[in-house]
């Protein structure tokens, strides 16, 4: 063989040469898409657990905040059952529920009957899509009525999902104790609103664990305040 035809043929590659060749990069591939699959699975684990935690601050945030503006109005008899102003709190084993009239509306619809205030009520309903699950569900009248707050115009929605627990706890500042429920209706009832209120949010973390997040909230107008709700 000439020396010029011996360079040609060591010039190429062996079937071995190739396989091996295909085989280390079979072998990269796989390893790449390995770590490429685990860190999507980690960001999108982080991601979840930055909206958990991220919702459960925006709840705590907001219902200390609408708390701190409930009011009770003085223009209303203590002796009849249906009022316009109130704070409800029902205490239950797991999700507790809080009802109460606040300064905070905002008027939505130019030509409707409303104004600054209403109702805001909190409660705990199961999930329509999936059972096992709970919401923290938030509704607000249009206006303030003298009637059963279901019957009164208002809208509904989900404010917190994957709700385990709920829980608030309230200061009597006259009593020198904390109440875990509280009830301004009747002649029975509280007639004025507690100082401080506690709030206890419990959450299942993309693990199915349950995550506690707290609060509280400092009302500012705890006696009645001269407001005559308008009549519509």
């Known amino acids: 063989m000439t020396p010029r035809r011996a360079r040609i043929a060591t010039a190429g590659f062996t079937v071995l040469e190739v396989a091996l060749a295909l085989a280390l990069m079979a072998f990269i591939t796989s ?109 607000e009248t249009r206006r303030l009525e003298a009637k059963d707050i279901r019957t009164i115009p208002g809208e509904s929605y989900v404010l ?3 709700v385990e627990r709920l829980k608030f706890s309230f200061y009597d500042y006259k009593k020198k104790e904390w109440r875990e429920e509280w009830n301004t209706m009747g002649a029975a009832g509280q007639q004025y609103l507690p100082t401080h209120v506690r709030i206890a949010l419990t959450i299942i973390d993309e693990k199915g664990q349950p995550v506690t997040y707290t609060s509280s909230a400092r009302i500012q107008m705890t006696e009645r305040v001269a407001y005559r709700p308008v009549k519509v």
């Open 160 to 162: 917190c999902p994957g």
């Open 31 to 139: 390893t790449m898409l390995g770590v490429v699959s685990q860190t999507t699975k980690t960001k999108r684990a982080m991601e979840a657990v930055q909206d958990r935690t991220h919702a459960a601050r925006v709840t705590l945030m907001r219902l200390t905040r609408e708390i701190e503006m409930a009011f009770l109005s003085d223009s209303e008899s203590m002796g009849i059952s249906d009022r316009r102003t109130m704070f409800i709190a029902t205490a239950h084993t797991d999700t507790d529920e809080l009802l109460f009239s606040w300064f905070g509306h905002q008027r939505l619809r130019f030509d409707g009957a409303e104004g600054d205030t209403a109702i805001v009520q909190y409660m705990v309903e199961p999930d329509p899509d999936d059972r096992s699950r709970q919401n923290l569900m938030r509704r």
